[in-house]
């Protein structure tokens, strides 16, 4: 039986990043785990920025962490980090390895062909150095099918299919 203790989710605000948030705490509740939700941010040192480097941390934290909600925090032990690097998927595995995490969860945004070679991907990456599973999701989501939506389907096909 798959035991999953603590999971991680990786978000950067996105639309993808939103429904792997959907995923890890969905997860982490079916499995009776905590959840770890973690933002990477871009190092600001040596590179213009807009305002304080402290105010955009602070205001960046608090983003985080309206994305859980109190029950998260209740029956997840639901926990937010902000991490700053010029490395997001290195922080992630590094995240991942420190606090012995069974399963990270991630968007992808699917990127191919130029922009993939340009801009790489911080999911491929992540999935090349994990020291766990990586769930990749990406937008729109499709849901998982649970055994109750199985007993519900109705056959319309000789022979059993659907």
Do not use: W
């Not at 605000?13 to 969905?26: H, K």
């Not at 973690?38 to 955009?56: I, K, S, Y």
């Not at 109190?70 to 029956?75: S, Y």
């Not at 922080?91 to 991942?96: G, M, N, T």
């Amino acid at each position: 039986m798959i035991q999953l203790k603590q999971i991680l989710v990786a978000t950067d605000f996105s639309e993808v990043s939103t429904a792997a948030i959907d995923y890890g705490c969905d997860l982490a509740r079916r499995f009776g785990a905590s959840l770890h939700l973690l933002h990477v941010m871009e190092n600001p040192f040596l590179r213009p920025t807009p305002g304080d480097p402290h105010t955009l941390k602070t205001a960046t934290l608090g983003h985080l962490l309206d994305r859980l909600t109190d029950d998260d925090r209740l029956a997840l032990h639901a926990t937010a980090a902000l991490e700053t690097s010029d490395d997001p998927a290195g922080e992630i595995v590094k995240y991942a390895k420190t606090h012995a995490v069974d399963l990270i969860v991630l968007g992808t945004h699917g990127r191919g062909g130029v922009a993939h070679l340009l801009l790489g991907s911080v999911a491929e990456k992540v999935v090349r150095t994990a020291p766990c599973p990586v769930l990749t999701v990406r937008h729109p989501e499709r849901a998982f099918i649970t055994p109750d939506a199985l007993d519900t389907t109705v056959n319309t096909q000789p022979g059993g299919r659907p």
